[in-house]
């Protein structure tokens, strides 16, 4: 069985960020898993039994200076280090613009070819095949490159699958940073959120509300529905600009794209660019006035009913359980 590597992306506070499951599944789907994380020096052996948890047979640790800072070179010279002495068949990083970035950079940097957001892979004899959801979910196409190892952007969420619990074999690479190439010059924040809710990106569920909601004030009764699952807060673009919710909140095609195990649309009337960020969902949930809403034409359970008669109810029985 040929390894894959799977790059581990984690927090600014050095925790493992909630791809983590998702793309060791989808390594696991074609191969050997491999966790290639960066980390600063000393910071990783407390991630190794949890990787390993999670289905990593190996785990590479790459230390670097630079690690949790903006840049992205070190991932890259971690994969290409890790490229060089384990022949992998296959490269995996998370669809979000970091995994973008590194894959397109590690791409070039080792000359393979890169497909990007796949939802599903499989082997077939030493080709990897990858597949994709596109134009807004209207068809499922598949890709693969000539040539090994292939690069692949894995959609987050999208794969799912029961890990084999290993006692990972750990290799430390320290990597040494060349100021010349990249380096961080000053960092600006200028927006702090702070929530308690999980982000949308890789959350396991997430509540949605669209212009059905109608004004800021009532778009609370998202936020109610989400806190009592636990759920991130997302919306249509009609929510977003409207501004019933800020655009950091936006599912589909110009927003994120979500795959979580729940989805929950209040008031959304499932246009096909809102669709595009959602379909792969596990679970559908629409609750919506208009029994002819395109948005049941993909729900798994909908409700043709007043979100605001329909929601206050799920909640008590939610929170009366
Ligand atoms: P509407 O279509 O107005 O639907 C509102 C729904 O709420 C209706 O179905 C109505 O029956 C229901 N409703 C009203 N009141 C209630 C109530 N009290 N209880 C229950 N139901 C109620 N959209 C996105 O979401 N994401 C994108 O990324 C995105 N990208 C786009 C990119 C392009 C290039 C374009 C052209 C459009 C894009 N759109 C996107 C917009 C998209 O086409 C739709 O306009 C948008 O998704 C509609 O949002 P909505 O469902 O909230 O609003």
Do not use: W
């Amino acid at each position: 069985m040929s390894n894959i590597l799977a790059l581990i992306e984690v927090s600014s506070n050095g925790d493992l960020r909630d791809s983590t499951s998702s793309l060791l599944a989808a390594a696991a789907r074609i191969g050997s898993p491999v966790a290639v994380v960066v980390t600063r020096p000393g910071a990783g052996s407390a991630l190794v039994e949890r990787l390993g948890n999670l289905g990593a047979a190996q785990v590479v640790l790459a230390e670097s200076d630079q690690a949790g800072t903006l840049l992205v070179t070190p991932q890259v010279d971690a994969l290409a280090a890790a490229v060089s002495t384990l022949a992998p068949g296959a490269i995996l990083t998370v669809n979000s613009v970091e995994g973008r970035d590194v894959a397109a950079r590690l791409g070039v940097r080792i000359g393979a070819g890169l497909v990007i957001d796949a939802v599903n892979l499989r082997s077939e004899g030493l080709t990897i095949v990858a597949t994709h959801s596109v134009f807004g979910g209207a068809y499922t196409v598949e890709s693969t490159v000539q040539g090994r190892p292939l690069i692949v952007t894995v959609r987050e969420g999208a794969i799912e699958g029961p890990a084999d619990a290993a006692v990972p074999v750990v290799t430390t690479v320290s990597l040494t940073s060349d100021a010349r190439n990249s380096a961080v010059i000053d960092e600006v924040i200028d927006l702090v959120v702070t929530s308690t809710r999980p982000g949308l990106r890789g959350a396991t569920r997430v509540v949605s509300g669209g212009r059905g909601l109608g004004s800021p004030e009532k778009f609370a009764l998202v936020d109610q529905l989400a806190d009592a699952l636990g759920a991130a807060v997302g919306a249509s673009r009609a929510a977003v600009d409207a501004g019933f919710v800020g655009q950091t909140c936006q599912v589909g095609q110009t927003g994120v794209t979500v795959s979580p195990q729940l989805y929950v649309a209040l008031g959304i009337s499932g246009a096909i660019q809102h669709r595009a960020g959602m379909q792969t969902a596990k679970t559908i949930v629409a609750i919506n006035k208009d029994a002819d809403a395109p948005i049941f034409d993909i729900a798994d359970f909908g409700i043709v009913g007043d979100v605001f008669t329909v929601v206050p109810q799920l909640i008590a029985a939610i929170e009366s359980r």
